[in-house]
């Protein structure tokens, strides 16, 4: 499904140290450490980001509100994700590019790090925010604890919160015949290809459930569950249902036919898409793809940024 590894989230949870473990959220202090910090641009839009004079950072994370969102208010008991850049605050360096944080976190979980917690709890979905981390709550249960020559990172993220594990539109007539997909009571639906059908040489889509909410734009982030299966004999190659946690990537970040299948579409949606080998991998085989396959996917459209 993704033309590439998801290099930016991996960098993201290497600069945030996510493989730690901490408590709950971290508090928020209200001093005056981020005045020297300007940032610019539209939610859900790389920022422009200035990192003036910062001082006065104490032992606890400074964070402030860009953009108010019109959503819930997230708390400790919500599931949500994230398009976020980091910088080093000693460098002014861009750590990480702005993208997708690439998993959807259960704040509840205390694997969190608590200052990750603390960078959503309280924010309305839908919100820009700005956060300066110190060194100590970032190097908290790593080797690195209690080194005094790392800066503080600056954090700015989109943030939306994922209510929903599955679809919640509205059912569709089918517009095609070539695969059935039945709802399982959990997890992953049933994927059926019709016997003795033709693989198509142009992509088949079908809205099975029409979501009300926001609408995937070009060149956005996506949180979707999904399910792979080949066309030529409904084996299944890749599944987020699998690893027990809806996935999020840029629709830039996927073969052309997986986006096409995306963009225009409304959150709470689940859409199946039949996708010929030109609009997926082509020529190129993986273990679990054999070359020229025509793909079949069922996506649940979640959240997007």
Do not use: H
């Not at 066309?231 to 986006?259: C, L, M, Y």
Request: proline fraction near 6%.
């Amino acid at each position: 499904m993704q033309r590439r590894l998801p290099a930016i989230a991996a960098a993201v949870l290497l600069s945030l140290g996510l493989a730690s473990c901490a408590g709950s959220s971290t508090p928020v202090a209200s001093g005056d450490a981020l005045n020297g910090v300007e940032v610019t641009g539209e939610y859900g839009a790389a920022p422009a980001v200035t990192i003036g004079e910062v001082s006065g950072l104490g032992e606890e994370m400074e964070r402030r509100v860009e953009v108010e969102g019109d959503g819930e208010e997230m708390t400790l008991d919500s599931t949500v994700t994230a398009n976020l850049t980091v910088y080093d605050v000693g460098t002014q360096a861009e750590q990480s590019p702005y993208g997708p944080l690439g998993q959807v976190l259960d704040l509840s979980d205390e694997g969190i790090p608590g200052y990750l917690s603390g960078l959503f709890d309280g924010v309305t979905s839908g919100s820009r925010v700005v956060a300066l981390i110190p060194s100590a709550l970032l190097l908290e249960g790593t080797a690195n604890a209690g080194a005094t020559d790392t800066p503080p990172a600056l954090v700015v993220a989109d943030v939306i919160e994922v209510p929903e594990t599955r679809a919640t539109g509205a059912e569709q007539a089918p517009t095609q015949e070539l695969v059935t997909v039945t709802d399982a009571a959990e997890g992953a639906p049933q994927i059926t290809i019709a016997e003795g059908a033709t693989a198509p040489d142009e992509l088949v889509l079908d809205t099975r459930k029409l979501g009300t909410g926001a609408v995937v734009a070009e060149g956005s982030s996506v949180v979707v569950q999904y399910t792979g299966v080949l066309f030529a004999n409904g084996e299944k190659f890749d599944s987020s249902w699998d690893r027990g946690q809806p996935a999020q990537f840029s629709t830039t970040g996927v073969v052309d036919g997986f986006a096409q299948a995306l963009v225009g579409q409304t959150v709470g949606s689940q859409v199946i898409a039949v996708i010929p080998p030109a609009l997926g991998y082509g020529d190129q085989a993986s273990e679990t793809i054999p070359a020229g396959s025509t793909l079949v996917f069922v996506v649940d459209i979640l959240g997007t940024i």
